[in-house]
């Protein structure tokens, strides 16, 4: 009998820890996009003429329960230059994070700019693309 016991016991706790939840912080955890909006992710430039600086603004709203600040914006090239929004931005309000872009060399381009907001630990990611075609070379 105190077999019998012992293994129902141990039966149920068994079962008991196999009907839990998933609360592991990854079941849980936030991303920037939860927290802040584009009206887009991604921007071609088209063809743009090779040394010639753009700029391109990626819009976004606050759609949290408060106000969040942009820790960082770190581009995947030295030749891509984001610009993040200093201090706070009030819940609902909105936003900008510039990018500038100036290629020295001529082809096809696809750079990210990673977007990290402060308390959030998966960051979302903007894109930009296009094709840098050579300048004129000067008449002689």
């Known amino acids: 009998m105190k077999k019998a016991v012992l293994f129902f016991s141990a039966f149920i706790l068994t079962f008991s820890l196999f009907a839990q939840t998933n ?48 820790e960082s914006a770190i581009a995947s090239c030295g030749c891509t230059t984001p610009v993040k929004p200093e201090g706070a931005v009030p819940k609902g309000k909105e936003s900008k994070i510039n990018a500038g872009f100036n290629a020295a060399n001529p082809g096809p381009f696809n ?28 008449k002689s």
């Open 23 to 70: 609360t592991t912080p990854a079941a849980t955890q936030k991303t920037a996009a939860d927290v802040i909006k584009f009206t887009e992710m991604s921007f071609d430039f088209g063809k743009i003429k090779q040394n010639v600086p753009v700029n391109h603004d990626f819009n976004f709203t606050n759609i949290s329960n408060g106000p969040i600040v942009i």
């Open 111 to 138: 750079k990210t700019i990673t977007v990290k907001v402060a308390g959030i630990d998966a960051p979302v990611q903007l894109r930009i693309t296009g094709e840098v075609v050579p300048a004129e070379a000067p």
